[in-house]
C-alpha cells in the first residue's frame, strides 16, 4: 500500500516538471518509463507503475495551465486559455486565471467519476456511432461559429488560412509539431501584440470574484458532453473538443470558458482511462506506456485508477495555487516587457531544439497568422482550424 | 504603424509563409528510418522506411500491408483512393505517421513511393 503513495508523490513531482515546462510532454516521461520497464519491473510491479503514470497525466492536466496562462506557451489542450488568461493576467488577475481552470478540472474530473458507471456502456456505443461522423460534426460547428462572428468573412478566411497551414505543417518533417505550430498561434503573437500596445502586468492579486453555480455547472456540463463524444475519438483531442462545447452556447465570459478549458483537458485524460477499459484503445500516450507494462487492465485496476486520479486531484489543486501565488508575485517583480521579450526568446530557443529549423519557420509564420485575428478584432477560436482541418480532410478523403 | 497597416504587412507575409513551407514540404525528404527503429516511440510522427511487401490484405476502405526488412516487420495502412496495386515481394517506400492499434505499430500511409 505504501508503495502506492509513494508511486503517486513521484508521478505528481513528475507532473509538476511536465506541466511547467513548456515543450515537454507527457509522452516524453511515458516513453523513459517504458524504455526502462524492465528495471522498473524488478523493483516494483506493474501496478505501481501505471499509478505514477496515471498519477503524472492527471496532474499535468493541472499545472499545464500556468505556462499557458503566464507564459502564453500552451499546448494542444490549453491553446483557447492563452487569450482570456492573458487578459485577465493584464487585470492583475493572472491568478485567478489559473484557479479557474483548476475549479474546471477539478469538478469536472468528479463529475467523470461520478458518471463512470454509466460511461462504461455509453462509450463503446458513441465510439460506434460519431466516429463515422465527426467530420460532419467539426464542418457543422465549425461554419456555426464561424457564422456567429459578427466579421464572418474574415473568421472563415482565418479558419481557412490557419486550416491550409496546420495541414502544411503537421506533414512537414519535423518533430514535435504542435509546439511551434501552436505557440506562434496562440502564445508569441498574444505577447507581441502586448509589447507593441506597451501594455504593463499590474500587481496581480491573490484574490478571486465568486462565479455563479450556473456559469460553473455550463462550463463543466459543456466540458463532460463535448469530451465524451468527441474527446476519445481517433485524431481527435481536447482541443477540437473545446470547439464543440464553445457551440454549445452563444456567450462565454472569460471565466466561464477558463473553467471549460480546464475541465476539458482533465476529463479526457481521465476518459482515456476508462476508454482503455471498455474499448481497449490507447487514445494518449500514457495509456500506450499503460497498455504495454500492465498486461491486463482489470476492473479492479479502474476503481485503483479512479482512487489515484481523486488523491492526485485533491494534491494538484493545492500544488498548483501554491506555484501560480508564487508566479503571480514574481510576475509583479519584474520588468514585464523584458519578461515578454524572455519568453519568446525562451519559445524560439525551445521550437530550435524541439523542432529543429523547420519548426523555427512555423512558428514565424504561425505567429504572423496569430497576430491577424486580433487586429481585425475577429475572435481567435476561429485559428483552431489548424487542428480542425486536417481532421476534417482525414476523415473525409 | 497604424492597426491596418500592419494587419496588410502580416497577411502578406503570412500567406508568403504559407506558400514557402508548402513548397519546401512537397520538396524535402524525410530521413529513413529502418522499421526495427519504429516503435510507439515515435507514436505521431511522420517517419519514411522501406521494405519488402510480405503480406496483403484488401477491405472495403483500406490495404493493409505487412512490410518486411530482415527479420523486422512493420503494419502499414492504406487508404483507397485512386487505383493502387501492390505486389508481394515487391519493394516500396512509405511516408506516414506512427500510430498503435491493438498494441500494434503500424504506419497509416500518407506517402507510398514504389
Known sequence: MIEIYIAILIGCVAGIITGLTPGVHLNLVSVMVISSASFLLSITNATIISVFIISMSILHTFTNAIPSIFLGAPEESTALAVLPGHSLLLEGRGYEAVKLTIIGSLFGLITVILLVPLLIFIIPLIYSIINNYIAYILIIISLYLIIRDEKKYWAFVFFMLAGVFGIISLNLPMKNQLFPLLSGLFGTSTIILSLKDKVNIPKQEIKSDILSKKEIIKSIGSGVIASSFVGLLPGVGSGQAAIVASSFSKEWSKRSWLILIGSIDTITMFLSIVAYYTIQKARNGSIVAISKILKEFTLNDLILFIGVSLIVAFLAVIITLTIAKFASRLMARINYQLTCISIIVLIIILSFVLSGCIGFSVLIVSTLIGVLPALKGVGRTHLMGCLILPVILFFLL | ?114
Do not use: H, W
Request: hydrophobic letters at 40%; a negative charge; charged letters at 30%.
Open chain 2, 1 to 114: 504603424m497604424d492597426n491596418t497597416k500592419l494587419f496588410n504587412i502580416c497577411l502578406l507575409l503570412s500567406i508568403l509563409g504559407v506558400f514557402c513551407l508548402l513548397i519546401f514540404g512537397e520538396f524535402s525528404e524525410l530521413e529513413e528510418t529502418p522499421i526495427k527503429d519504429i516503435d510507439y516511440r515515435l507514436m505521431d510522427q511522420i517517419v519514411k522506411t522501406s521494405g519488402m511487401i510480405d503480406n496483403i490484405r484488401e477491405t472495403k476502405g483500406l490495404y493493409i500491408l505487412d512490410l518486411k526488412e530482415n527479420s523486422d516487420k512493420i503494419i502499414v495502412i492504406i487508404f483507397k483512393k485512386g487505383n493502387l496495386t501492390f505486389e508481394k515481394n515487391s519493394r516500396i517506400s512509405v511516408e506516414g505517421s506512427v500510430t498503435e492499434y491493438d498494441g500494434q505499430t503500424e504506419i497509416i500511409a500518407k506517402r507510398i513511393i514504389k
